[in-house]
C-alpha cells in the first residue's frame, strides 16, 4: 500500500504543475485573444468577420502580424502595398481580396490607371511565369542569361548617361 500511495504522490507531483501551467496558458491566451479582439474593433469600428472566424488561440499573433506588415516600418508606402496585393490577389484569384485592396489602394491615393496597371503586371508575371515552367526552362540557366541581360543594360544606360 505504501508503494502506491508514493507512487501515486510522485504521478500528481507531476500532474498538478501541467494542469497549473496549461490552466495559466489558457489564461493568458484568452487575455491575448481578448486584446486583439479590442484592438481590431478599435482599428476598424468592428471586428470584420475574417477576422472573427479566425481560430482563437491564433487571433493575437495574426493581428500583430497584420500590424507588422501595415504599420510604420513598412518600407513600402500603404499605396505599394494595396497593388501588390491587388495584383497577386488577381491572380489567385480571390474575390474578396480583389474587392479590399482595390477600395484600400483607392483609399491610398490609387488611381483607376494605377490600379488597371497593377493588375496588368500580374497578369504578366503569371503568363511568364507560365511560359518558362510550361517549358521547363533550366533555372540555373535562366539565372546566368538573365543575370547578363542586366549587366548589359546596366552597361547601356551607363553609356547613354555619359552622352
Not at 68 to 74: A, K, R, V
Not at 89 to 100: G, V
Not at 117 to 124: D, R, S, T
Not at 131 to 143: A, H, M, R, T, Y
Amino acid at each position: 500500500m505504501k508503494h502506491s500511495i508514493k507512487t501515486i504522490s510522485k504521478r500528481m507531483i507531476f500532474i498538478i504543475p501541467v494542469f497549473l501551467i496549461t490552466m495559466t496558458l489558457s489564461a493568458q491566451d484568452n487575455n491575448a485573444y481578448e486584446n486583439a479582439k479590442n484592438e481590431i474593433q478599435e482599428q476598424f469600428g468592428t471586428l470584420p468577420s475574417f477576422f472573427e472566424v479566425f481560430p482563437k488561440h491564433a487571433l493575437a499573433g495574426a493581428w500583430e502580424n497584420f500590424k507588422q506588415l501595415n504599420g510604420p516600418e513598412s518600407k513600402i508606402p500603404p499605396k505599394y502595398r494595396e497593388l501588390l496585393q491587388l495584383a497577386v490577389a488577381s491572380q489567385i484569384p480571390c474575390d474578396y481580396c480583389i474587392y479590399f485592396h482595390t477600395a484600400s489602394a483607392k483609399a491610398n491615393g490609387a488611381t483607376d490607371e494605377e490600379i488597371q496597371e497593377a493588375v496588368a503586371h500580374g497578369a504578366q508575371t503569371r503568363h511568364w511565369s507560365m511560359i518558362l515552367q510550361g517549358n521547363q526552362i533550366d533555372f540555373e540557366e535562366f539565372k546566368i542569361e538573365f543575370d547578363a541581360m542586366m549587366e548589359y543594360m546596366s552597361e547601356k544606360s551607363k553609356d547613354e548617361d555619359e552622352r
